[in-house]
């Protein structure tokens, strides 16, 4: 299974302020090479999100919250073998093999 390098991507914070809160981008070169790049217009794109509507993305942030609470309690309840997703520090990979897994493939 694929693991992920955090030490090589784009690292974004979220810190409290008085009133809120700051997001922000800790630059680095390479967030600008090739590699870079799409990481980098995401970072970009979910900073933006967050700051045109705060709201917006505080629900989503519920909504993932008790979307993962459900999957847990659902797998556990299931006694499911596969895990579709691999979780790293709160980051998620999509595995598709489990999907593929029991199906015929013509």
């Known amino acids: 299974m694929e693991k992920v390098n955090f030490t090589k991507g784009i690292k974004m914070f979220v ?52 979307e993962d609470l459900k999957n847990k309690l659902n797998k556990m309840n299931e006694g499911k073998n596969g895990e579709d997703t691999t979780e790293q520090s709160g980051a998620k990979i999509i595995d598709i093999v489990p999907y593929f897994k029991n199906k015929k493939i013509n």
Do not use: H
């Open 15 to 66: 810190s409290p302020t008085e009133n809120g809160f700051a997001c922000g981008v800790i630059e680095d070169d390479w967030m600008y090479s090739g590699e870079g790049y799409m990481c980098s217009v995401i970072a970009r794109g979910m900073m933006k999100l967050a700051c045109d509507n705060p709201q917006d993305i505080f629900d989503q942030g519920l909504e993932g919250f008790s």
